[in-house]
């Protein structure tokens, strides 16, 4: 296991009706003047919005309110909720909604108190100050209520970049699973998705002897499997949410990550399928993940086929563990179909003449330098080589 | 799952020679004057003092010290703690050692920010305040390093209890492995005993629908089975003790218990052992668990059976659960003995004649009404019956 630091001061609050009690934790965590920041008319239909307004009234917090939040969020809505909360003199950021509110917020929230342009965040600064941000979650997938992530695309030429560092971690989040219950079942199956490519991204390392972090992702990846398909076929179904929920939290807070080289090539593959299709998130990992998968084996077959067993339940083939694995990675394949996601480029509405056009950005965009991944190193002709696999 | 709130904010730095870098979070965590605190001379002989001090002086941070701490640490040295606490001006607490010291830095941090007797605090008073405390950690066993709890036996009668408070989170705890590597065989099984009971505590629930949590406890027992032998074959094996150290902090920092009624029963039953005979918490745990899950299968023996498939590796009955769920019981047995843990009164040096009056204590001592366990609710009869099987 490699050295490491694992620092993860969010206070999390689990469970039915924990939204009544914002004001409260916004007060306990100092804020006087909250920007709420969401996304579409869902959270306003539902009632939420008032509920929350509602409760920061109560303690008497002062709030103004941006909405707009696009999936995939952009940079266009983050520049005016930095002038909105200089403007307005707000000290907390408050998002209600997915990952993309959430990073949204994030970004806002690190933009306000920064004199350049937040973007430079994006292109590899550290994130070493920001306003205090609370998340209130309605849907389990980016993890981005327990992460120091947050992905943005830059409206300037349509590509998609992160950011990180502690001050992106949430003073709190709530996560009520109730709240998802209204979700269109696509939008709980790209959820799942993304939550499963959190853990695969960690899982597939160089690292030795790292069978604690491995233990907990395929604990965490056998309760996908269980859960998943219930939540997909009823987002109503509290239990099933409930264990998806703190799953999609786990998967990315990086409780199991730590210690060990991560890959994170499939997320870099996929932001430029999102960015150009603009397509979700979650179905664009559906369909790089087996392809990364396949072309990738060869690396560290031993791993596949560990995956494979103890993930998928197969059968190991200790003369040729390559079938092992190769099995594991049908599995994946058959189990984001049965929850409705596309696993081509045709499924996707990707095309096939965009291919060396996206993995030139993926290994070139915004001062990479040729290879992306940590398991496998890979250039452009990898990649493209992985987006052909899709078609 | 019920609803729940999770906080651990402790700051944690893994890895080699990390104890070098205790001055530079000491300041981070804003403490000026610190009291180092620790048990006996392998702290001193091992250089590891120096080391520690040596840190703490390259930051200009002043320190005085108080060694001592035994193992089921005393009220006796915290009241000493206190004292010197408070007649040097200290301003936070840095335990080197396992969890007697932690948890015995604990109390000190918390008596000498209160007015009254700080044994309040072990009598149910929960625990808002406290000087920062950080922890250098020693042994894989007792996770205070991550949790919020202490355990202290109080000299005046000699009963041991537990106290809890967020206070009680450490600001920072360093987990170098190495530290581990001279200790005997002995106290590395009884540390694996005790991060293995803090997992069974947890995993016996009557909350319903919380897969994601056993998936979890699960991947961490199994990692316990794995790298628990080679660690207590060999307490130099870095890799091993690695694993097994992250899974101490992750087994009890409560990550892999929320949203669930837990049991400790057999930890209350385990207290009065190690009160009375002064064995190892770790050794009176082995001898504990097997007795208290061939009692009390009968609840849910189900969940029982889950254990012993998904951990233990056991092949199910499908007519006949119970016989599943006894050779799992059986298979924790047989990984204890093969550790040099006892099983047995007999092994742990108890008298059948003390089992009445432990089984009184347990259940009705210090404030008890008569019951205990979250799991399966033991009345003195039930504890008396248990205490017996383990003759």
């Known amino acids: 296991m490699d050295n490491f630091t694992f620092y993860s001061p969010t206070y999390f609050v689990f469970g039915k009706d924990e939204e009544n009690n914002t004001g409260k ?10 920007l709420i920041h969401y996304g579409g008319g869902s959270v306003v239909r539902s009632g939420l919005l008032d509920r929350v307004k509602a409760s920061l009234e109560k303690e008497g917090i002062a709030h ?54 937040f973007w430079d965040f994006y292109k590899g600064k550290p994130v070493t100050e920001a306003l205090p941000i609370a998340t209130i979650l309605t849907i389990s997938a980016a993890g981005s209520e327990g992460s120091p992530d947050s992905v943005i695309t830059q409206e300037d030429g349509m590509y998609k970049r992160g950011a990180s560092g502690e001050a992106f971690r949430p003073a709190f989040s709530i996560l009520n699973p109730a709240l998802t219950a209204t979700l269109p079942k696509y939008q709980v199956a790209c959820g799942i998705t993304d ?22 992702i395929e604990g965490l990846l056998l309760t996908m499997v269980k859960e998943g398909p219930l939540a997909a076929a009823d987002p109503a179904n509290y239990d099933a949410e409930a264990n998806i929920m703190w799953a999609g939290m786990m998967a990315h807070n990086n409780s199991c990550g730590v210690g060990r080289v991560q890959d994170w090539a499939s997320h870099d593959i996929e932001h430029e399928l999102s960015a150009i299709y603009d397509c979700a998130h979650g179905a664009g990992l559906a369909t790089v993940f087996p392809a990364w ?99």
């Open 25 to 34: 934790y916004v007060k306990r965590f100092g804020g006087s003047k909250v």
């Open 64 to 117: 103004v309110e941006l909405g707009g939040v696009m999936p995939n969020p952009r940079s266009g809505l983050v520049y005016e909720g930095i002038d909105l909360c200089k403007k307005e003199g707000v000290d907390f950021v408050l998002a209600v909604g997915g990952g993309s509110s959430i990073d949204s917020a994030k970004a806002i929230a690190a933009g306000v108190v920064y004199d350049g342009d």
């Open 195 to 216: 939550i499963m490519a959190h853990l695969f991204e960690r899982y597939f390392t160089t690292t030795k002897e790292v069978e604690v972090i491995d233990r907990m």
């Open 293 to 391: 998968m396949a072309y990738n084996m060869k690396h560290d077959v031993a791993r596949f086929a560990q995956l494979a067993v103890r993930v998928w339940g197969c059968e190991m083939d200790f003369q040729h563990p390559e079938n092992t694995a190769k099995a594991g990675i049908e599995a994946l394949k058959a189990f984001s179909k049965s929850i409705g996601m596309p696993t081509s480029f045709a499924e996707l509405g990707a095309k096939e003449a965009d291919i060396e056009k996206m993995a030139e950005t993926a290994c070139y965009g915004d001062g990479r330098e040729g290879t992306i991944g940590g398991f496998a190193k890979l250039n452009k002709d990898d990649v493209m080589a992985i987006y052909k696999l899709m078609l």
